[in-house]
């Protein structure tokens, strides 16, 4: 396609096409007086069409494309049902397009999806496409029936616009023909008819526009309602699609101003279940390709006249007003360009589906993308962006959650086609994205290349966080539980592999890919993309969370018992830098143990005592600058002979748990794969390191009291406030054995993907040993171990370290 600015001075849209220019199809009465900015042409080399040019797209309002081509309305759809990729439908395995019906021949419903098992008869008269014409013949039938009884009642009576509404008589006739027609319904079909839709009209109550068809009286739209209605009555599986053209609208819903009849009959279609399915599909200027943006809601009330007087006769399911998304943005899933072109000739912007993953299966749901408020922050542009995404993406489980994530551009490159990108996956489990404040570290070094983006993992920040409260508001501790189970690695790289084919360019340079850097468990996650959908990367960057055992049911013994014995090192590093603090962390393990009930409470109501006092290595061991962290802490322990304010408001502080308990509830389960944990990290203290760790005991004995690392233990869910809501689903967890696999060894020794990692040789928290086991199995892999850096090297030198990473990945730096 060509486009074709103001400057070229392209005559505003008229009844009467410009010259040499196909005048689109349809009214478009929705575009009538508003002048257009810039066109979009498309150009045809085809010798037999009268004029070389298409009109396309019209800008509108100084920013708003719209379809004016309403004829490839249907070409789009078909492309979505080929990549399987249109939303809110059953599942199914062959496509028939242009099905004819009718004693005369001249109806036709658009497609026809069918899902019968393999083998069975496809084309004979008794087979599918028998059943489908004998049922749509019904259905016709049924229409006429309805038009001939409501033709013969008095003109006087008749809506406006309308020569066939509907009348007592004509529903029964069409109720007749649908009961005549049950006995030939193939319910292994759903029978689609689509309709491309440009009006849009403010919506002062809903703070945007809501899209509507028709733009005019149609008796022939009004005819397809009534067609699918009868075989929704007879048993068949039906559907209206309308293909949004135009990308500022918060909702759908019919037209009963220009076409009340029509109004009326829809709704009457969707008590009788046939599914109304608006989708967007409209120009995106960043990718130069036509996108399906997602679905948008229904509200069949909206302006109709009859709302009032509650739903049709008969009405089973039908809904007043939904609640609306966010008004403008609405964003999606699907580009469109390639050999499935929908255009008519040879165009120089081509349109397809993006297939989908080849090795990661996603689930068909109602899942949309939402663009929110772009804003500068210090160099920096960041964008927010909203997906609705399966909670089950197998599909097992039924519902959505949404899935925020963040979108930073370097301030000066924001309009840099050229940028790769680069999501960034953080630790964890159960921590959200950073929240940058300026632009430095690694995301300065990165904003160089890339558009990074920063996701909240699903349950974390703004993605649809799980909290103690409503989780424990979801039934019973067994609900719970399985709920749980549907915020892992595995279900966090589906989601990431929906955001990948929204926002990045299909046609881009990376070819619709992005590179991924993953910190600690965002590295386990790593590992289980290249498991699953390693056809989505460029690069795998990843510092400090190689994950170990990937080839075990479960790893985590293995895991507690080398972390203890690193802990007892990190301890011993750290009284012998503060060698005073031994003698303060006895007297406060005393205090605590000859309390009355064991220990004092904090004033977010925790409790502190010798062993959760000991929890304080988690955040102290193992970064830079917890050992001055931790003794700055202990030496305003005191207050006369009480533990002071500050320090019990600090150690809330330090302990995450009522915030984020996703990382209590399943840390250890990021290591399981086939098998239950049972509190791994809890056993292996009691069996092998009781004596090591033993608070009391150890400061009666005059010993130093060693403080654990990131391990999780079953009492903590009495100790902590906010985790005794989900105690029980936390024991359930723990004792499940059936977790789906998260890394597949045989893709990791195949993989073509390059990946560097930065392993860190005194790593507190994972295990440079089992981490080198796995380094292993992943095809290719560059290392670079070193011990300058904890296991948080990216907060310190993240610059130095992504540009490292960077040059092994490509080759930069040689092997040696």
Not at 137 to 166: E, I, L, M, Q
Not at 372 to 395: C, E, F, I, K
Not at 571 to 577: A, I, L, S, T
Request: proline content about 6%; overall charge neutral.
């Amino acid at each position: 396609m060509e486009r074709r600015a103001a400057a070229a001075a392209l005559p505003p849209i008229t009844p009467q096409a410009p010259a040499n220019t196909q005048q689109p199809a349809g009214s478009m009465a929705g575009l009538l007086g508003a002048l257009p900015a810039a066109a979009l042409l498309s150009v045809s080399t085809d010798p037999k069409r009268k004029y070389a040019h298409t009109l396309e797209f019209v800008q509108i309002q100084g920013s708003t494309w719209v379809g004016v081509h309403s004829a490839k309305a249907n070409a789009m759809v078909r492309a979505l049902l080929q990549a399987q990729a249109l939303p809110g439908l059953p599942p199914y395995s062959r496509i028939q397009q242009e099905v004819k019906f009718g004693a005369d021949g001249k109806s036709r419903v658009d497609f026809v999806l069918h899902w019968e098992p393999p083998g069975e008869p496809n084309s004979a008269a008794g087979g599918s496409s028998g059943r489908a014409a004998a049922v749509v013949a019904a259905a016709a039938a049924a229409a006429a029936a309805a038009a001939v009884a409501s033709s013969a009642a008095p003109a006087g009576k008749r809506r406006r616009g309308s020569k066939a509404a509907p009348a007592a008589a004509a529903e029964a006739a069409v109720v007749a023909a649908a009961a005549a027609a049950a006995g030939a319904v193939n319910n292994n079909c759903c029978y689609l008819e689509v309709k491309a839709c440009t009006l849009a009209e403010d919506r002062a109550d809903a703070g945007g526009r809501i899209a509507m068809f028709p733009d005019a009286v149609s008796e022939r739209a009004q005819r397809h309602v009534r067609e699918l209605t009868a075989l929704a009555k007879a048993g068949a599986s039906a559907a209206l699609v309308f293909v949004v053209l135009r990308d500022d609208c918060c909702a759908w819903a019919p037209c009963h101003e220009r076409d009340p009849a029509y109004g009326q009959l829809v709704r009457e279609a969707a008590a009788a279940g046939v599914r109304l399915l608006p989708i967007v599909c409209t120009l995106d200027e960043v990718t130069n390709a036509v996108r399906f943006r997602g679905t948008l809601p229904v509200d069949l009330d909206y302006k109709c006249a009859r709302s009032l007087a509650g739903p049709p006769p008969g009405s089973k399911t039908l809904r007043g007003p939904l609640a609306l998304p966010h008004p403008a943005g609405c964003r999606g899933t699907a580009a469109m360009a390639g050999p499935d072109s929908y255009s008519n000739g040879p165009t120089t912007r081509e349109a397809e589906v993006a297939p989908a993953p080849k090795r990661i299966k996603v689930n068909s749901g109602n899942w949309q993308h939402f663009v929110g408020p772009s804003y500068a922050v210090s160099g920096m542009q960041l964008t927010d962006h909203r997906m609705t995404v399966p909670l089950d993406h197998s599909g097992k489980v039924p519902g959505t959650i949404d899935v925020f994530f963040r979108e930073l551009v370097h301030r000066n490159k924001k309009d840099d086609k050229g940028l790769g990108y680069l999501l960034f996956l953080q630790g964890g489990p159960g921590f959200e994205a950073p929240r940058p404040t300026e632009l430095s570290g690694w995301m300065k070094q990165a904003a160089n290349y890339f558009r990074i983006i920063l996701l909240d993992q699903r349950g974390t920040g703004r993605s649809t966080a799980v909290t103690c409260d409503n989780l424990a508001a979801r039934g019973t501790p067994e609900q719970q539980a399985q709920y749980l189970k549907l915020f892992r690695a595995d279900s966090i790289v589906r989601d990431a592999e929906l955001i990948r084919r929204a926002v990045v360019p299909h046609n881009s340079s990376s070819g619709g890919r992005w590179s991924i850097l993953g910190q600690s468990f965002g590295g386990f996650c790593c590992a289980t993309y290249l498991s699953l959908a390693p056809e989505g990367l460029v690069e795998v960057l990843i510092t400090g969370g190689l994950p170990p055992g990937i080839n075990q049911p479960c790893s985590a013994e293995d895991v507690y018992r080398r972390t203890f014995r690193r802990c007892l090192r990190q301890n011993e590093k750290f009284y012998q830098r503060f060698p005073t603090d031994v003698e303060t962390a006895q007297r406060i393990v005393l205090h605590l143990a000859e309390q009355p009930d064991g220990g004092v409470t904090t004033p977010a109501g925790n409790r502190i005592t010798p062993r959760t006092f000991q929890l304080l290595g988690l955040q102290c061991l193992g970064f830079s600058h917890g050992f001055e962290r931790l003794h700055y802490m202990l030496e305003g322990a005191w207050d006369g002979q009480q533990l002071s304010h500050k320090f019990k408001k600090d150690f809330d502080n330090l302990m995450a748990w009522d915030t984020n308990p996703l990382y209590a509830a399943m840390h250890e389960s990021i290591y399981c794969q086939g098998a239950a944990s049972n509190w791994a990290a809890h056993r292996v203290r009691e069996a092998e390191y009781a004596a090591d760790f033993d608070a009391v005991a150890l400061a009666r004995a005059g010993k130093p009291v060693m403080f654990t690392g990131e391990m999780v233990f079953p009492w903590m869910f009495d100790e902590f406030v906010e985790l005794r809501k989900i105690r029980e689903a936390a024991h359930l967890v723990a004792a499940d054995a059936d977790w789906p696999e998260l890394y597949s060894a045989a893709r990791l020794q195949e993989t073509s993907v390059p990946v560097a990692a930065a392993t860190y040789y005194e790593d507190l928290f994972v295990d440079f040993d089992l981490a080198q086991g796995t380094a292993g199995s992943i095809q290719g892999i560059r290392q670079w171990i070193t011990n300058e850096y904890l296991h948080c090297g990216i907060r310190e030198a993240g610059g130095t370290i992504l540009e490292r990473l960077l040059n092994m990945a490509r080759g930069g730096l040689l092997l040696r």
